[in-house]
């Protein structure tokens, strides 16, 4: 909640930026390097028209006659700006954050749209999101008298007092695919002159999957919160109901931020079963700190260390595990980023003999973006690992790529509710053709989060 203070700094604060900004917007000759404005008589008259209206404080008007029009123009990034100022002034500040979000899917570097943005969450009380906006807009060096705006709401955030606050958001989800290995084998029929029984033969399924979930924090300040999540997940794969796998997992821990520098310190794990009974499991700890060397570039160190165990047929697979990570973030704008992640470590096996102790060392960059109203994640990256012990007699080394590309369309058909189609290739390359496979999976999922 926003405290009487804080309102009324954003009051004046978002009319001087309305006013300020739209005339900065419209006068600046830049505009035509960032936005381009749609060029037929009908759609200038209305920008025209929208403009007059919101700069004479007139934004019902300027709402009622945009809003009628949104069908035909949305997609234009000068209309969703205009529209989502005047939402944003007519108290329909969940209509502006998406129409000004369309606008810089379009246009990410209209940097009136992002002030406008930064200021439609800060009146929906979501300054985790508002902040960095107005910061990186510092950053473009804009006129002194915006600078001051800006200034004004960065203090107001950091003025805030802390407050003890705890959320607690469930979610359920289902979906299905198809998945080409969903065994994760060998293509070979035959293995050292003897025949692979079918169940250790690449087969592929359609799947269908369900899961449950939920993600919890207390916080107890700006700079500190407590973190709990859980999940619970079952695949069903008709052609190979054999690899039927069921998990829970699980995690907790906290956050914590001072300045430029932020970490995160918890304890993981997971519970796995294979057509119902236990297959594999793991509990460790995961250690992660951070520094924001400047305003878009984030340097980040992190330590993994738990135990993998399996059921006592395969115990020989048991090992400890030792992860670290060296990873550099960049912020294109708050909303879309690109990191790199450097990753070294190595399983100790548990049994005396057992070949699965490894090392590993691997390297992966991960994009994530608004395109339009969807959200994408992307990754692609390669692993490379190195057994100790020989397997039938050969030494073993295993190189590994693996991508993946996610869109999240939030919100459709109903609030809470989002569709994420996916798409995940995984080619594993072995000394020892026993463990070469390719996989590709490809599969929708509907989550419902109740708002």
Known sequence: MMTTASKLVGFVCSAIVCFAILHVAVADAEVADTVEIAATPASKALLSNAEHLVATGDSVR???????????????????????????DTGHASDAIFSLRRSLGVAPQFSAARLELARAYFETGNTELARPLFVDLLDEKPPAAVRSVIDNYIATIDARQPVSKAQFVPYVAAGAGYDSNANVSTDDQQFFGFTLSPNNVATDSAFTELAAG????????????????????????????????????????????????????????????????????????????????????????GLRYGAVRHDDSIEVLDVDRLLYTVSARYRISPLAGVALEVLGGEDSARQ?????????????????APIGTAFLFASVGTLHTDFDGDFFGEPRNDEQLSAIAQLEFRDIFADGLSLMPRLRYINNDSDVSLYEYDRTEIGVQLQWTPQ
Do not use: C
């Open 352 to 368: 005396v003999g057992s070949p699965y102790g490894n090392s590993k060392a691997g390297l992966s960059i991960s994009v994530n």
């Open 62 to 88: 300027a709402y009622a006659l945009l809003s009628a029009k949104e069908a035909q123009f949305a997609g234009d990034p000068y209309f969703d700006y205009l529209l989502g100022v005047a939402a944003l």
């Open 214 to 301: 939920f993600n919890a924090a207390i916080r107890r300040s700006t700079q500190f919160a407590w973190l709990l999540s859980g999940r619970a997940s079952y695949r069903h794969n008709p052609d190979a109901s054999f690899v039927d796998p069921t998990v829970l997992s699980g995690y907790g821990g906290f956050n914590w931020q001072r300045g430029r520098y932020f970490g995160r310190a918890g304890g993981d794990g997971y519970y796995g079963l294979l057509d119902g009974d236990f297959n594999e499991s793991y509990a460790g700890a995961d250690l992660m700190a951070g520094n924001s060397i400047t305003d878009r570039w984030d340097l980040l160190l």
